[in-house]
């Protein structure tokens, strides 16, 4: 059951932080470009979609999980219960409900609407926040904590929805004009690391009681590092594809690698995360 919930968690984080982020970077990259616009609409369905399904499951199996039997993830008392008795389920009320108006909206005319698809994404992003390690505080401690992993998920959603906005963009580079489009998130790239970087400090502090947890190299500790090893290689590939900006397009198929590979070692970091969500952060003292 718990393998299953990691995976469930893993699949349901990337499809929401990657709607997100192509949403925050179409603007921002492509201007009043229309050229990806129905491919965009068309991902962004199925991305909605899959989300929808992924969340119900993970609800099935959180069921299940606390119950301790497969058969009362499709009881409905017992799904009730779960959905207005605990602290998870009065969060995934709004958080399947905000994806199901999503869905709706991305089937509808109003599929044009982009700030009307931005506020539903970013309420579903934050929507995941609670349901993580803040969960385990009370009050003040507990919303902070909430904030800053909101923070947290905004500065990854948006990298990861970028980098796919890119491959989409490299994958049919004709007509756009990529080296100013590279140069445009890189510009954003430095202060979605930094949030990124400060954000995830914080949370370790406040869930470990040290700057890095330990043992280094087992449970949480070993799992955060291979979070952090991931990033670290995807920043050395940013670092690398901003230095040769002045020849990119001279290079696209390189380029094109680079981005795929960055953006496959983000979702390794997604997946990371989504198993060191079931895992206790040893708090110290």
């Known amino acids: 059951m718990t393998s299953a919930m990691v995976l469930c968690r893993f699949l349901h984080f990337t499809v929401v932080l990657m709607l997100f982020g192509v949403w925050v970077f179409r603007p921002l990259l492509l201007g009043r470009e229309t050229l990806l616009d129905k491919p965009l609409v068309r991902v962004s ?8 399904i992924s969340g119900i499951a993970w609800l099935l199996l959180i069921t299940a999980s606390m119950a301790g039997a497969w058969e009362a993830a499709f009881d409905p008392s017992t799904l009730r219960l779960v959905l207005s008795n605990t602290f998870f389920g009065q969060v995934w009320r709004w958080h399947l409900l905000l994806n199901g108006v999503l869905v709706v909206v991305l089937l509808t005319p109003f599929h044009s609407s982009q700030s009307l698809r931005l506020a539903l994404g970013g309420l579903l992003l934050a929507t995941l926040a609670p349901v993580g390690h803040g969960a385990m505080f009370d009050g003040l401690s507990s919303q902070l904590l909430i904030l800053n992993q909101i923070i947290h998920l905004t500065c990854v959603g948006a990298w990861l929805g970028g980098l796919l906005l890119l491959v989409m963009i490299l994958r049919q580079p ?31 502090r406040v869930l470990t009681g040290q700057f890095w947890p330990t043992p280094l190299f087992s449970g949480f500790a070993l799992i955060l590092l291979i979070k952090v090893v991931l990033v670290i290689a995807m920043l050395g590939l940013a670092l690398f594809n901003r230095l040769r900006i002045k020849d990119c397009e001279e290079r696209l198929a390189t380029l094109k690698t680079s981005v795929i590979l960055e953006w496959l070692l983000g979702i390794g970091a997604v997946a990371a995360v989504s198993l060191l969500g079931t895992m206790p952060p040893m708090i110290m003292g």
Request: proline residues 0%.
């Open 45 to 52: 369905r199925w991305l909605a979609s899959f989300a929808l």
């Open 174 to 204: 004709a007509g756009h004009a990529v080296r100013q489009i590279l140069q445009r998130f890189s510009g954003v790239g430095y202060a979605l690391v930094a949030g990124l970087v400060i954000t995830g400090l914080i949370n370790v």
